[in-house]
């Protein structure tokens, strides 16, 4: 559990469910863990700790030990995705008829892929149905985040990856990635101490 600070939390979450995923690109592997509440998106991975509000439409880097939210500049993110999208051209998804059962969870199958573009692109993508989690703040950071990718798969609010894979290949590069679904757990008691975040200091 996150250990933060006693300032009074300005919401009192009803909902509490911990995501974790492993995510592997190229050799590098991560562990992400995602707090999910109806008030935010805490997702703690690699040695940063960011927050999506959905009040604000924001995301923001937490300093636990400044007790401050510093804004996330995108622009950068923004600039990459303009160029990446005219280089993929249209990314193609086709759901696979059939259910598959993958890690003990009941999935359907997305393909995602293009054709005639100056980056190969394709991938898959297997996902399942939890109904909480169209009670969290999952569906609204989605939404946020469509503008700072290149496309986005068809997740419906309560869906979640339980495994996918990526590639692209272009001349002289070639980029894989893959991710799993490690578990959820509904752990509401633990989010009593993480909305206090939402009373931390918030700064350009």
Same mark, same amino acid.
């Given at each position: 559990m996150l250990t933060l600070f006693s300032r009074p939390a300005p919401v009192r979450s009803e909902v509490g469910l911990i995501v974790r995923n492993s995510m592997t690109i190229h050799t590098q592997e991560l562990?992400?863990?995602?707090?999910l509440s109806e008030h935010y998106v805490l997702t703690d991975v690699g040695?940063?700790?960011?927050?999506?509000w959905p009040e604000r439409? /924001?995301? *923001?880097?937490?300093?636990?030990?400044k007790q401050e939210l510093k804004t996330l500049d995108t622009s950068a993110q923004l600039a990459q995705v303009?160029?990446?999208?005219?280089a993929l051209?249209?990314?193609?998804?086709?759901?696979?008829?059939g259910e598959e059962e993958v890690a003990g969870y009941t999935c359907r199958r997305l393909r995602a892929f293009n054709e005639n573009a100056a980056?190969?692109?394709s991938g898959e993508l297997f996902c399942t149905r939890l109904p909480e989690l169209a009670d969290t703040a999952l569906g609204?950071?989605?939404e946020f985040d469509?503008?700072? /990718?290149? *496309?986005?798969m068809p997740l419906a609010a309560d869906e979640i990856v339980v495994r996918s894979t990526m590639k692209m290949l272009a001349r002289g590069f070639e980029q894989n990635q893959r991710t799993e679904l490690l578990g959820v757990e509904s752990r509401l008691e633990e989010f009593a101490e993480l909305d206090r975040i939402l009373s931390f200091k918030v700064v350009d």
């Amino acid at each position: 559990m996150l250990t933060l600070f006693s300032r009074p939390a300005p919401v009192r979450s009803e909902v509490g469910l911990i995501v974790r995923n492993s995510m592997t690109i190229h050799t590098q592997e991560l562990v992400q863990t995602q707090y999910l509440s109806e008030h935010y998106v805490l997702t703690d991975v690699g040695r940063m700790l960011m927050l999506y509000w959905p009040e604000r439409n /924001q995301r *923001f880097v937490v300093d636990r030990a400044k007790q401050e939210l510093k804004t996330l500049d995108t622009s950068a993110q923004l600039a990459q995705v303009a160029q990446l999208k005219p280089a993929l051209g249209e990314v193609k998804i086709e759901r696979v008829e059939g259910e598959e059962e993958v890690a003990g969870y009941t999935c359907r199958r997305l393909r995602a892929f293009n054709e005639n573009a100056a980056i190969v692109f394709s991938g898959e993508l297997f996902c399942t149905r939890l109904p909480e989690l169209a009670d969290t703040a999952l569906g609204r950071e989605r939404e946020f985040d469509e503008k700072l /990718q290149a *496309f986005a798969m068809p997740l419906a609010a309560d869906e979640i990856v339980v495994r996918s894979t990526m590639k692209m290949l272009a001349r002289g590069f070639e980029q894989n990635q893959r991710t799993e679904l490690l578990g959820v757990e509904s752990r509401l008691e633990e989010f009593a101490e993480l909305d206090r975040i939402l009373s931390f200091k918030v700064v350009d």
